[in-house]
């Protein structure tokens, strides 16, 4: 039996994004849906993952999550820059959109169930922090994959920076972190950011052959395998974590995120100060 329905996350044309949500027998989708912004996650897009996730874990048949963008060319193009003018002007509401980004990671890092990521095109910023937190990844050739915080001066949630950090290691993060550039799906699966590479024009085939092959498995031996790696990776100490959210927040206080979000409004290179 298959289900089908839609969370429609918004009513108006400044915010034209939502989640859709539907079940095709035992693997539940969720689809970043706002084609006209590159799949952009908007605010109220943000706020309405962890509703999707919850969605889907509440039916019984449901045993895999398949997180994709719409549409057959983008996954998703990061957050919705668009919206920042509003949700970024000051330091306090920067930090609460943030806290929906945190929330929306978390409710699939958490997710009772195995989590899949299928990829294609754009998979950048935030959209990266969502594929990153999930249990696995698969893409193909036209996926590119980046972290533009450093020409935005945004900081980000320093539990999505561990979720990238896990999968490729210090030096790796540091280096899509720092140079904001873009790579290739093949350079993402040798750098162990994605697991698998579909063959061109086979993607979602791919994925739907291995979402049903895992949901065959046993599910308490695969929740049983998912808790144990989670805990043997997981490693922020809580006196770290507070500094790292005392980094990120004290980017949103700055000049250089004021400066980063009038660039690119303006269309221009922004001019860091560091302060």
């Known amino acids: 039996m298959s289900t089908a329905s839609t969370t429609d996350t918004a009513a108006n044309a ?5 989640i859709s949500v539907w079940r095709d027998g035992p693997i539940g989708w969720i689809a970043i849906d706002n084609p006209a912004r590159r799949n952009a996650v908007g605010l109220a897009m943000w706020e309405a993952l962890p509703k999707a996730v919850d969605q ?25 820059i668009s919206e920042f003018e509003t949700t970024h002007r000051e ?5 609460a959109y943030e806290a929906s980004n945190t929330a929306a990671f978390a409710a699939l890092r958490n997710c009772p169930l195995p989590t899949l990521a299928m990829v294609r ?3 950048l910023g935030g959209g990266l ?9 698969i893409a193909d050739s036209t996926a590119r994959f980046g972290i533009p915080a450093a020409r935005l001066g945004v900081g980000y949630p320093p539990s999505a920076i561990a979720d990238v950090t896990r999968l490729i290691g210090p030096s790796r993060a540091k280096l899509l972190y ?5 790579i290739t799906a093949e350079t993402a699966l040798e750098f162990g950011l994605i697991d698998l590479l579909a063959a061109d024009g086979a993607l979602e085939e791919e ?5 049903r092959e895992i ?11 998912k808790t144990a790696i989670d805990a043997l990776t997981a490693s922020l100490a809580p006196a770290d974590l507070l500094r790292c959210e005392a980094l990120a927040n004290a980017c949103f206080d700055s000049a250089d995120f004021a400066e980063g979000r009038t660039a690119f409004m303006e269309k221009r290179d922004p001019v860091f100060q560091g302060r």
């Not at 330091?91 to 930090?95: D, E, K, N, T, Y």
């Not at 720092?178 to 873009?182: D, G, K, L, V």
């Not at 994925?207 to 979402?211: G, Q, R, V």
């Open 56 to 80: 889907l874990c509440a039916e019984a048949e449901t045993r895999i999550i398949v997180l994709r963008g719409a549409g057959d060319s983008i996954f998703v193009a990061g957050a919705d």
């Open 121 to 123: 095109g754009f998979c």
């Open 178 to 182: 720092f140079s904001a550039r873009r």
């Open 215 to 225: 949901a065959t498995r046993a599910p308490l031996t695969i929740k049983a395998s």
């Open 207 to 211: 994925t739907t052959t291995l979402a």
């Open 91 to 95: 330091p306090a509401s920067a930090r």
């Open 129 to 137: 922090g969502l594929a990153a937190a999930c249990d696995m990844r």
């Open 14 to 18: 400044t915010a034209p994004g939502r």
